[in-house]
């Protein structure tokens, strides 16, 4: 080993073009691979973790390249994911040596001391085992508080900032803060989440929100981009950030989020031979996550609370407008009341709109618009209703109040809009007046004229153009057009304006998308991407539909929506197989999983929600 580190350092100082003719060379004076036997080696990226964290298992083995998998013993108190295998090339004293990596994710599932029994690997006849680890499991409450940058470890960077070689645990990590930390029920939760990338990726980063149950989810536009210093150590941050609106008091916690990525490690710490693969470093997975948040979410206090307090929450205001003002007795006059300002808009309760007697009214309808700007979710809702007055006289539509909780203030206050006076005037008033019926009387002393009727003798030798089927047909065209412009036109608005609406009209569209990126992953053989559209697909179908955000959607979610439009709960349980088939491919993808079948059982299960009212 030390005159593999020796040649490791000579190597580094030549530079990589001498390293890699140094290599070249060594490739030639090699006569056979090394017949040593096998050794194991097993390593825990950390020796202390909280529950819910997860810890790398790394297991090496040194020797015979044909040696088979690790046997890992029983581990109940850990769930175990495979996360891939790596196989790396020296030359010692002329003889070439292997090394293959297998990588493990464990996840602690209660805290308590635990010890990780030897490995065993088997070679050609002969067995070799690790040495036991051991590893504390921690309550998620000892852990560091939410938000804060976590120390790197002894010798993840020395004091000129050099990377370490081998496995650097420092490469990525992930942290998350939620502000405020004690809001009220309904109050806007900023969820920030940062990803550190200290070395470069060999692909885009695989993202998984955290789970927010308990809250109303609203992402926020605009993803930021910086670089920062932590610990003396350069790294590009990607910053993410999510509203959160709590439903119910009390306490709730907000879930890791995860990152899964492949990171570049050192070419002359690790693998000298990835200068021959056309790069300067290897690839080595990692999946990092932040530490879940706890949130203590206060009740709307009673005090002070308007009767007809309905759950605003916010900073709103209202204002209202009647078009037109003076109108005569059987027309319309439509008055549009406007909510505008910040906070969950889309979770507002309609105002009580005010009815008049001597009137008749219809509500129109409602529409919300989203305004999510500097981080803060906002928004106006609109609602309009019609008055069709019997009577003639003067009215005045009253103010609509609308009671509104001040989470900045702690206060409840009530908005409201200013009196609208609305004249009505009798039909054929206003300038316009009603024709005169009078009757002529006939000179030649006759009081009456009749009017002939007919004659049969009178014969119409003109066909009349409206006899004929074309004359119809070219009266009904230009109708049949003007409609579908109109139809046209309101369904471009509504798509615009209703986003539920927009994503129920799109969910096919782009589940259909998304199987189609997964074919073609499957086709390049990419086994993670194709996994990950292939979810994809399921989930934004099924959220789309039933007008839910994707990140926050759960297997129970997934299933109380089901329950609610009457599906069979075998599509349910067939949903829920897809879904762990595509985790285990993304996450374990030596368990392994049939790919196409598995694209076709994810196509016919879209067919038949589809078919069954979804």
Same mark, same amino acid.
């Given at each position: 080993?030390?005159?593999?580190?020796?040649?490791?350092?000579?190597?580094?100082?030549?530079?990589?073009?001498?390293?890699?003719?140094?290599?070249?060379?060594?490739?030639?004076?090699?006569?056979?691979?090394?017949?040593?036997?096998?050794?194991?080696?097993?390593?825990?990226?950390?020796?202390?973790?909280?529950?819910?964290?997860?810890?790398?298992?790394?297991?090496?083995?040194?020797?015979?390249?044909?040696?088979?998998?690790?046997?890992?013993?029983?581990?109940?108190?850990?769930?175990?994911?495979?996360?891939?295998?790596?196989?790396?090339?020296?030359?010692?004293?002329?003889?070439?040596?292997?090394?293959?990596?297998?990588?493990?994710?464990?996840?602690?599932?209660?805290?308590?001391?635990?010890?990780?029994?030897?490995?065993?690997?088997?070679?050609?006849?002969?067995?070799?085992?690790?040495?036991?680890?051991?590893?504390?499991?921690?309550?998620?409450?000892?852990?560091?508080?939410?938000?804060?940058?976590?120390?790197?470890?002894?010798?993840?960077?020395?004091?000129?900032?050099?990377?370490?070689?081998?496995?650097?645990?420092?490469?990525?990590?992930?942290?998350?803060?939620?502000?405020?930390?004690?809001?009220?029920?309904?109050?806007?939760?900023?969820?920030?989440?940062?990803?550190?990338?200290?070395?470069?990726?060999?692909?885009?980063?695989?993202?998984?929100?955290?789970?927010?149950?308990?809250?109303?989810?609203?992402?926020?536009?605009?993803?930021?981009?910086?670089?920062?210093?932590?610990?003396? #150590?350069?790294?590009?941050?990607?910053?993410?950030?999510?509203?959160?609106?709590?439903?119910?008091?009390?306490? @709730?916690?907000?879930?890791?989020?995860?990152?899964?990525?492949?990171?570049?490690?050192?070419?002359?710490?690790?693998?000298?031979?990835?200068?021959?693969?056309?790069?300067?470093?290897?690839?080595?997975?990692?999946?990092?996550?932040?530490?879940?948040?706890?949130?203590?979410?206060?009740?709307?206090?009673?005090?002070?609370?308007?009767?007809?307090?309905?759950?605003?929450?916010?900073?709103?205001?209202?204002?209202?407008?009647?078009?037109?003002?003076?109108?005569?007795?059987?027309?319309?006059?439509?008055?549009?009341?406007?909510?505008?300002?910040?906070?969950?808009?889309?979770?507002?309760?309609?105002?009580?709109?005010?009815?008049?007697?001597?009137?008749?009214?219809?509500?129109?309808?409602?529409?919300?618009?989203?305004?999510?700007?500097?981080?803060?979710?906002?928004?106006?809702?609109?609602?309009?209703?019609?008055?069709?007055?019997?009577?003639?006289?003067?009215?005045?539509?009253?103010?609509?109040?609308?009671?509104?909780?001040?989470?900045?203030?702690?206060?409840?206050?009530?908005?409201?809009?200013?009196?609208?006076?609305?004249?009505?005037?009798?039909?054929?008033?206003?300038?316009?007046?009603?024709?005169?019926?009078?009757?002529?009387?006939?000179?030649?002393?006759?009081?009456? #004229?009749?009017?002939?009727?007919?004659?049969?003798?009178?014969?119409?030798?003109?066909?009349?153009?409206?006899?004929?089927?074309?004359?119809?047909?070219?009266?009904? @065209?230009?109708?049949?057009?003007?409609?579908?412009?109109? @139809?046209?036109?309101?369904?471009?608005?509504?798509?615009?304006?209703?986003?539920?609406?927009?994503?129920?009209?799109?969910?096919?569209?782009?589940?259909?998308?998304?199987?189609?990126?997964?074919?073609?992953?499957?086709?390049?053989?990419?086994?993670?991407?194709?996994?990950?559209?292939?979810?994809?697909?399921?989930?934004?179908?099924?959220?789309?539909?039933?007008?839910?955000?994707?990140?926050?959607?759960?297997?129970?979610?997934?299933?109380?929506?089901?329950?609610?439009?009457?599906?069979?709960?075998?599509?349910?349980?067939?949903?829920?197989?897809?879904?762990?088939?595509?985790?285990?491919?993304?996450?374990?993808?030596?368990?392994?999983?049939?790919?196409?079948? @598995?694209?076709?059982?994810?196509?016919?299960?879209?067919?038949?929600?589809?078919?069954?009212?979804?």
């Amino acid at each position: 080993m030390d005159r593999r580190r020796h040649a490791d350092r000579r190597l580094a100082g030549a530079g990589p073009v001498a390293g890699a003719a140094l290599l070249a060379l060594a490739l030639l004076g090699a006569a056979v691979p090394a017949g040593a036997a096998i050794q194991v080696e097993a390593h825990l990226d950390r020796d202390q973790a909280a529950v819910g964290e997860r810890v790398t298992l790394t297991v090496t083995v040194n020797g015979d390249g044909d040696a088979a998998r690790p046997e890992l013993p029983p581990l109940p108190d850990f769930a175990i994911y495979p996360a891939g295998t790596s196989r790396n090339f020296s030359f010692v004293n002329g003889r070439m040596a292997s090394a293959t990596v297998y990588t493990y994710i464990l996840a602690p599932k209660h805290e308590g001391s635990f010890e990780i029994p030897p490995i065993g690997v088997t070679a050609g006849g002969t067995r070799a085992t690790s040495s036991s680890l051991r590893i504390t499991v921690v309550a998620e409450s000892q852990a560091p508080p939410p938000g804060t940058t976590p120390a790197p470890p002894p010798g993840a960077s020395d004091p000129r900032g050099r990377r370490p070689r081998g496995r650097d645990p420092r490469a990525v990590f992930v942290t998350a803060d939620a502000d405020p930390a004690h809001p009220y029920v309904g109050e806007q939760v900023t969820l920030t989440v940062r990803f550190y990338q200290g070395v470069r990726l060999l692909q885009r980063p695989d993202y998984k929100p955290p789970a927010a149950t308990g809250f109303w989810v609203e992402n926020l536009p605009g993803e930021r981009t910086y670089y920062t210093e932590v610990e003396g #150590r350069r790294y590009h941050v990607t910053e993410l950030r999510t509203a959160l609106f709590p439903t119910a008091a009390g306490e @709730l916690v907000i879930g890791p989020a995860t990152v899964d990525c492949m990171i570049e490690t050192d070419p002359f710490g690790v693998d000298p031979f990835s200068l021959f693969r056309g790069g300067l470093g290897m690839g080595e997975p990692r999946a990092v996550e932040s530490r879940p948040i706890t949130i203590q979410v206060r009740a709307i206090p009673q005090a002070g609370r308007p009767p007809d307090f309905s759950g605003a929450v916010g900073r709103f205001t209202i204002a209202a407008r009647l078009e037109p003002e003076t109108v005569r007795v059987g027309e319309a006059a439509t008055l549009t009341v406007t909510l505008t300002g910040q906070g969950n808009v889309r979770a507002l309760a309609d105002p009580i709109l005010p009815t008049i007697p001597g009137m008749r009214s219809f509500d129109s309808g409602s529409e919300v618009t989203d305004q999510n700007t500097g981080g803060t979710v906002g928004g106006v809702k609109k609602l309009t209703r019609v008055f069709v007055p019997e009577t003639s006289g003067s009215y005045v539509i009253p103010a609509v109040t609308y009671p509104v909780f001040r989470p900045d203030r702690g206060v409840f206050e009530v908005v409201a809009t200013q009196p609208i006076p609305l004249a009505v005037v009798e039909a054929g008033a206003g300038g316009v007046p009603v024709p005169a019926r009078t009757v002529v009387a006939p000179q030649g002393g006759a009081d009456l #004229r009749f009017i002939r009727l007919g004659d049969p003798g009178l014969v119409l030798h003109r066909k009349n153009p409206w006899a004929n089927a074309v004359f119809w047909i070219l009266q009904v @065209l230009p109708l049949a057009a003007l409609a579908g412009i109109f @139809l046209y036109a309101r369904h471009e608005e509504r798509v615009a304006t209703d986003q539920g609406y927009a994503r129920l009209r799109r969910s096919g569209k782009d589940a259909r998308r998304r199987l189609r990126h997964a074919r073609g992953a499957l086709e390049r053989g990419d086994g993670r991407a194709f996994h990950a559209a292939v979810a994809q697909a399921l989930i934004g179908y099924v959220a789309d539909r039933a007008n839910r955000p994707a990140p926050g959607l759960t297997m129970d979610a997934v299933r109380a929506v089901f329950a609610g439009r009457g599906i069979d709960p075998g599509l349910a349980d067939r949903f829920a197989g897809c879904l762990e088939r595509c985790d285990f491919g993304r996450f374990a993808p030596a368990a392994g999983t049939a790919e196409r079948e @598995l694209l076709a059982e994810a196509e016919e299960l879209l067919t038949s929600l589809a078919r069954a009212g979804l």
